[in-house]
T-cell receptor, first 109, second 113 residues
Framework: GQNIDQPTEMTATEGAIVQINCTYQ??????LFWYQQHAGEAPTFLSY??LDGLEEKGRFSSFLSRSKGYSYLLLKELQMKDSASYLC??????????WGAGTKLIIKP | IAGITQAPTSQILAAGRRMTLRCTQD?????MYWYRQDLGLGLRLIHY???????GKGEVPDGYSVSRANTDDFPLTLASAVPSQTSVYFC????????????FGEGSRLTVL
């Protein structure tokens, strides 16, 4: 079966750096997405990786290793507003998105 | 309207009743989707539509139906609601292109008693 694994919850300190990992086993691979979802709100797109390597976008970076079935989202200079759930999703060979359950990130002052 | 609009935002429904969740987008996206989100689970695809006039079944289609009469609207109908359909429902759309990122509506919280 297809599976996306990510930690359920993480805690970090304001101003610090946090890395959220995502491992996947899917039928084929056509890209990996990270979305941010604040409590009670809709998910919003953060990043997309289809080739191996690091994609940087401001304070957020996303890394992909297709051979390892692994990605991470790196958040730098954490702010209180970064408290949210972070969803990892993989697009499979049928171009359907398979979603992880999300990682709830708690930022403490 | 800007983006995707869902209605209602919240609804309490008696079991056995029929319910339609509405979804409208103004971005002229070809593809639209309905997901449900339950605590501890990832988003699960209910139905999708790649273009107006066509629909397809997702991972959890039973008890739900959709239609896509035009590009903008993609309603989701629960013919006879059951308590296990209590969830938050998200409508989303995407344009054709390299990333195909999804744009989500604000969600509809449905409680079936």
């Amino acid at each position: 079966g297809q599976n996306i694994d990510q930690p359920t919850e993480m805690t970090a300190t304001e101003g610090a750096i946090v890395q959220i990992n995502c491992t996947y086993q899917t039928s084929g691979f056509n890209g990996l997405f990270w979305y941010q979802q604040h409590a009670g709100e809709a998910p919003t797109f953060l990043s997309y990786n289809v080739l191996d390597g690091l994609e940087e976008k401001g304070r957020f970076s996303s890394f992909l290793s297709r051979s390892k079935g692994y990605s991470y989202l790196l958040l730098k200079e954490l702010q209180m507003k970064d408290s949210a759930s972070y969803l990892c999703a993989v697009r499979d060979s049928n171009y359907q998105l398979i979603w992880g359950a999300g990682t709830k990130l708690i930022i403490k002052p | 309207i800007a983006g995707i609009t869902q209605a209602p935002t919240s609804q309490i429904l008696a079991a056995g009743r029929r319910m339609t969740l509405r979804c409208t987008q103004d971005m002229r996206h070809n593809a639209m989707y309905w997901y449900r989100q339950d605590l501890g689970l990832g988003l699960r695809l209910i139905h999708y539509s790649n273009t107006a006039g066509t629909t397809g079944k997702g991972e959890v289609p039973d008890g739900y139906s959709v239609s896509r009469a035009n590009t903008d609207d993609f309603p989701l109908t629960l013919a006879s609601a059951v308590p296990s359909q209590t969830s938050v429902y998200f409508c989303a759309s995407s344009a054709q292109g390299a990333t195909g990122e999804l744009f989500f509506g604000e969600g509809s919280r449905l409680t079936v008693l």
